[in-house]
């Protein structure tokens, strides 16, 4: 069971189509009376009944394929650079330093300044030095105000510090005023455990102005994303806990439907990403997948404040909802999201990009958008991800048509080598080179067909599926392709992946392909 469970998070759920049924219309005769033996008398036309309107189709019905535990992907793409350093600092001429932190608290947007004036030092110590050791503590000052911010959140303004050196370097008498109590309770708390070199004599007056600064709070829900990427060990949810989750989502079916009472609703396949509480009340979901970001934040708005009898440990539950015929998921481009678009040149925060020289400076926790568009190098796709350097959670998608961009692989980086395996069973892979796809599973070439034929696709992917039942194979698909092969075919031989419910992850741009064991 488990197994199954796993297989169904790996992607969107194919479905049957459900058959409409065509109205039948029934037609009238015109009536057409006449009198006998009198004079003759204009035929009168008997009006018919009002003909029944046709009838269309009944909108496909949503529904829960199945929801299952939801955990990081184990893979690897395009060569990756070193993370960089989470907090640097800075000094102005004005005399302050500040510090920048890659979390912010619960909040999103650009993180929480602290800005730290030239102290004011009376007495036998340099203020150089007095300054230096407090630059030492910035990151568990910022501490004190992040923790704040989650109960204050509009928290900001300047806290006056004043302590005292003693002859033997401690901190006394410390008191910290301004902005909010228990934040001048904790810098002082941080103040006091600082052990300054002994003044020269006597003891040494110090006055500190800490400045923290904080933009407006704005929606704390990350972007969506098809997996859970978390910093450490997911929580994997207990049987129990996925089977109450399902019967939730499933008792608020009605209420999700509503979300699509347009008759030009998007028809597809979604994904709702869960994570209850201790409490068992759903805490911030997300949904996507329809690439519709007004029905997506409607869907969440009906599944917010849901309760789970049976909550368990914890961990994140993905729930996989279709309507109609299943398609690829497509993303909703968001504010939230750092948005890469790739073309010809590579784009971001609307500038154009240097790969070569700019730096992307995002907090390494923020979830990265790549939209390529299809005509776009496998080399440029992979310069573009390498650029983005070792980021949490990094989605790939491809501008296929109109429309929001289809969703092709997700990623959480890892240190560059072979994509990393989950165990030791066999694996699929696609090569994509001079507009063909090529297939083998464990070593063994299954032949190749035309990027272009979406039905030779899915015969050579039937063979795959197949042989890989056969084999018990990983339910994955490597996807290979060479340094020219558009962005476009990398999204085709993903969606062939996905009707057959593998998960495809993609490799390096590669000169030649091979069919590997």
């Not at 006998?36 to 529904?63: D, E, Q, S, Y």
């Not at 690439?291 to 729930?319: F, K, N, R, S």
């Amino acid at each position: 069971m488990a197994i199954v469970r796993r297989l169904l998070a790996s992607g969107p759920i194919p479905r049957l189509a459900i058959a409409a049924r065509p109205a039948l219309l029934a037609s009238l005769p015109l009536l057409v009376a006449c009198t006998t033996g009198a004079p003759a008398a204009p035929p009168r036309l008997v009006p018919a009944a009002p003909a029944a309107a046709p009838t269309t189709a009944a909108p496909p019905a949503l529904r829960v394929v199945a929801c299952a535990a939801t955990q990081q992907p184990i893979t690897r793409t395009f060569s990756t650079y070193a993370a960089t350093a989470d907090a640097s600092v800075e000094t102005d001429a004005s005399g302050w330093g500040s510090i920048q932190t890659g979390g912010v608290g619960t909040f999103g947007g650009p993180p929480p300044t602290l800005q730290l004036r030239a102290p004011v030092v009376v007495g036998a110590l340099d203020a150089a030095i007095v300054r230096r050791y407090l630059r030492r503590q910035m990151l568990p000052l910022v501490d004190c105000y992040d923790q704040r911010l989650t109960v204050v959140p509009a928290l900001a303004g300047t806290v006056a510090l004043h302590f005292t050196i003693t002859a033997r370097g401690a901190v006394a008498d410390a008191t910290a005023t301004g902005v909010d109590g228990e934040l001048g309770r904790c810098v002082v708390a941080v103040v006091g455990r600082i052990e300054f070199p002994r003044p020269r004599q006597g003891t040494v007056d110090v006055t500190y102005q800490l400045a923290y600064r904080n933009p407006a709070p704005v929606d704390d829900r990350e972007p969506w994303a098809p997996f859970d990427s978390p910093q450490f060990e997911p929580l994997v949810p207990s049987d129990a806990a996925i089977a109450a989750t399902e019967a939730t989502v499933t008792a608020r079916l009605p209420a999700l439907a509503a979300c699509f009472a347009s008759p030009s609703a998007p028809t597809g396949a979604l994904r709702a990403m869960l994570e209850f509480g201790d409490d068992g009340v759903l805490v911030a979901p997300r949904v996507g997948g329809l690439g519709d970001a007004a029905i997506e934040g409607c869907l969440a708005a009906a599944l917010d404040g849901a309760t789970v009898a049976d909550p368990g440990a914890g961990g994140a539950v993905a729930c996989d909802l279709a309507r109609g015929e299943p398609q690829p998921w497509r993303i909703t481009p968001d504010p939230r999201y750092a948005l890469i678009e790739v073309g010809r040149d590579v784009r971001y925060a609307d500038k154009a990009i240097d790969l070569a020289a700019d730096r992307f400076d995002v907090p390494p926790d923020r979830t990265v958008l790549l939209v390529a568009d299809a005509t776009t190098p496998a080399a440029q796709v992979g310069a573009a991800l390498a650029w983005t350097g070792s980021r949490r959670t990094v989605l790939l998608a491809v501008r296929v048509g109109a429309g929001a961009p289809t969703y092709v692989a997700g990623f959480a980086m890892s240190q560059p080598g072979t994509i990393a395996r989950h165990s030791e069973a066999p694996r699929a892979a696609l090569g994509l080179r001079a507009g063909k796809v090529s297939a083998c599973v464990a070593g063994a070439a299954l032949g190749e067909a035309a990027i272009d034929d979406r039905a030779a696709i899915d015969r050579l992917l039937a063979t795959v599926a197949t042989r890989c039942a056969a084999a018990r194979c990983e339910p994955l698909v490597e996807i290979v392709a060479t340094p020219d092969t558009p962005a476009g075919a990398i999204a085709a031989a993903s969606a062939a992946a996905d009707r057959i419910a593998m998960r495809a992850l993609v490799a390096d741009p590669l000169p030649t392909w091979r069919c590997a064991p």
